[in-house]
């Protein structure tokens, strides 16, 4: 992947969308819709978990966040990666490794006497990292395991965002900032552009982008926002 254009830029974005196409993490239907663990119905599901079987991308789209990250000035004073179960471990493995910090992992639900695993000192400032984000409810769940374990969290970096799905009102009350490479609207512009869908599918998708929480109770899930409950 080719990268001529600043990286944190709409353009930028857009080469992100084109990997995330050809590597084949995207699926699009039109007959029965997605239903996402949270309750949301969606026609267009991401899988970036097939991002680790093509290395040079990998490695382009870590780089990628890097510069993203430093410029935004969300690396300062960090001094550990953390990684959301499952498929945020190997994501945030590649940006402790290129950043040579200490890493752990946040399990979605506590195991034995901790839902950190790995070394992690109280006081220290974190960088959270998935590879993407739907509703956003496991993200504030990691960020809670981390604030109970002392740890201070400001960023949070995933390669996709589904941008739909009102993760603000988990997110920003905590104060945590979502760095993002790519979203949906993205995907949309590339596809319109390049033909990678019937138009069928993309008049799809343009409707749900326009009012996710309609098209979601539309097509039998949820309409609003559920917080899920504290640990």
């Known amino acids: 992947m080719t990268t001529p254009y600043p990286k944190d830029s709409k353009a930028g974005a857009e080469q992100v969308a084109q990997a995330l196409l050809d590597a084949g993490c995207v699926t699009a239907r039109t007959d029965e819709p997605f239903r996402l663990p949270s309750g949301w119905a969606s026609p267009v599901y ?3 978990r097939r991002l680790i079987s093509f290395p ?3 490695h382009e789209l870590v780089e990628r966040g890097l510069e993203v990250l430093r410029a935004r000035g969300a690396l300062e004073g960090v001094t550990a990666v953390a990684g959301g179960e499952a498929s945020g471990i190997a994501m945030a493995a590649w940006v402790a490794q290129a950043l040579n910090l200490p890493m ?12 950190i ?17 739907a509703s956003g409810q ?21 390669i996709f965002d589904y941008g739909t799905f009102f993760t603000e009102q988990l997110l920003q009350p905590v104060g ?18 390049r033909g990678d869908f019937d138009q069928r599918t993309l008049s799809e998708l343009q409707q ?5 929480a309609g098209w979601s109770q539309r097509h039998g899930g949820i309409a609003e926002y559920r917080p899920s409950p504290k640990r």
Not at 104 to 115: E, F, H, N, P, T
Not at 117 to 133: F, S, T
Not at 208 to 212: A, G, K, N, Q, V
């Open 56 to 58: 040079s991308l990998r």
């Open 46 to 48: 991401m899988d970036c």
């Open 176 to 193: 945590v900032k979502v760095h993002a490479l790519a979203t949906w609207r993205n995907i949309l512009a590339v596809a319109q552009q």
């Open 208 to 212: 749900f982008l326009e009012d996710p």
């Open 117 to 133: 695993e790995g070394v992690l000192a109280p006081g220290d400032k974190v960088l959270l990292v998935d590879d993407m984000m």
């Open 138 to 158: 496991s993200k504030l769940r990691f960020y809670r395991a981390l604030a109970s374990a002392g740890a201070t969290v400001s960023d949070l970096f995933i």
């Open 104 to 115: 752990q992992y946040v399990r979605k639900k506590q195991a034995g006497q901790s839902q």
